[in-house]
Every structure is written in C-alpha cells, then in structure tokens.
C-alpha cells in the first residue's frame, strides 16, 4: 500500500473514531424550546428523545385541544432542529465541512 493511501486510511479511521465518540455523546447533547408564550417547553437530545415535556394549566382548553396539539408539535419539532443543528455543527467539525448523507 503506498504511503499515501495509508495516510488516508489513517484519516478516515480516526474521523469514524469521532463520529462514533460524538454519536454515543448525543444522548448528552439537548434543546430546549418554548412556545406559546411559556405555555408549552419541551427538552430533548441528541438522540431523538423527548427528555421533557411542560404544559402549563392555563394552556389547557377543553375547547381548544387543537390549539395545544399544535404547540407541542410546534414545540417538539423547533426542539429537534435546534439540537440536530448543534450536531450537525459538531460533525462539521469532524468531517471538515464535509457533508455524509445519514449522519445528523
């Protein structure tokens, strides 16, 4: 093998080592987002995992549950692209700015 392929395969098992050590941190990784004006504040990870989920009584209307459906969807989703950027922002940092389809 030349010695510039093994430099390159060097590479490429070191950066897998950080993706792998970054991935098993996700977990640590979380976002937290509230909508409605505090109504709703929900907290997840890395991982996809909703860690928390706060619904304040005044948000909570018999005659409006599609009001409060949409807040925690609302909420959940910004939940997610918030810590899936702060992810992909560390990955950038592994890969160089090189984007892999599949990871974060």
């Known amino acids: 093998m030349s010695k510039g392929l093994a430099q390159i395969m060097k590479q490429a098992q070191m950066m897998q080592q950080k993706m792998g050590k970054l991935q098993e941190e996700a977990a640590s990784k979380t976002a937290e987002v509230t909508t409605g004006g505090g109504a709703v504040t929900v907290v997840v990870n890395g991982k996809n995992q909703v860690l928390s989920l706060v619904i304040k009584k005044e948000a909570v209307d018999p005659e409006d549950v599609e009001m ?3 807040l925690v969807m609302t909420a959940i989703n910004e939940a997610l ?3 899936h950027a702060a992810m992909g922002e560390e990955m950038s940092k592994i890969t160089g700015g090189l984007s892999i389809p599949g990871l974060f």
């Open 68 to 70: 409060l459906q949409d």
């Open 81 to 83: 692209k918030k810590v």
